[in-house]
């Protein structure tokens, strides 16, 4: 069958229109006990309830097709800015395949999800809200603006532990120039912390 993309664009209260709101929107929890200020996807949750699923709709299925030069690097996928942003569905093809075969390894009930502030990182993030809604993840753990170093990331998702989250989805070129014209990337975290190896990428 053709590749198809899973996505939630109609979510009410989607993520990707909460972060672009800011992060008044969101749910904030600080887990004091852990030092770990996270804000969560955005609802009418009490206090103390966790927070709200990100399945709200339907997910609406996207044609797409394997797009050439699509091969990750060490864990990750580097690119300049402009081939993200201006090939459809760029991102949502890249953190689609990423879904698939984290999923055929058991299922992603919650993932973190951060980058290290380079340019770029805001529109990436809220695309690929839409992209784990689409595919059931039913939590996606935010810090605060979206940010976090990669070494950080790993921190936290080893620190969170106990299927609070199952891996991270890091927005990072590493060491790359960022800005206009400049590089984007994305990298997954396996559930302790560590960049997947290429068993996992091929």
């Known amino acids: 069958t053709a590749p198809r993309l899973r996505l939630r664009l109609r979510v009410p209260l989607c ?13 904030v929890r600080t887990t004091a006990r852990r030092g770990l200020p996270l804000a969560f996807r955005g609802g009418s949750s009490p206090p103390g309830a966790g927070p709200a699923p990100l399945s709200a709709t339907a997910a609406t299925d996207v044609p797409t097709s394997p797009i050439a030069g699509m091969r990750p690097g060490t864990s990750g996928l580097r690119k300049k ?14 953190v689609q395949s990423l879904l698939d075969v984290a999923s055929s390894e058991g299922p992603v009930g919650s ?52 299927g609070e989250a199952c891996g991270a989805i890091v927005l990072t ?15 997954y975290n396996g559930g302790l912390g560590q960049p997947v190896d290429e068993k996992f990428t091929e």
């Open 81 to 94: 800015v402009e081939v993200w942003s201006d090939t459809p569905h760029y991102v949502e093809n890249f």
């Open 15 to 27: 993520a990707a229109a909460l972060f672009s709101a800011g992060a008044r929107a969101f749910a």
């Open 173 to 187: 070129a590493s060491h790359n120039p960022g800005g206009p014209g400049q590089d984007f990337g994305i990298k």
């Open 111 to 162: 993932l973190l999800v951060a980058g290290d502030g380079r340019y770029y990182n805001r529109e990436a993030m809220g695309r690929l809200f839409c992209v784990l809604a689409g595919n059931g993840v039913g939590r996606v753990l935010v810090p605060r603006g979206g940010l976090m170093s990669t070494p950080a990331v790993s921190a936290c998702v080893r620190r969170l532990g106990g």
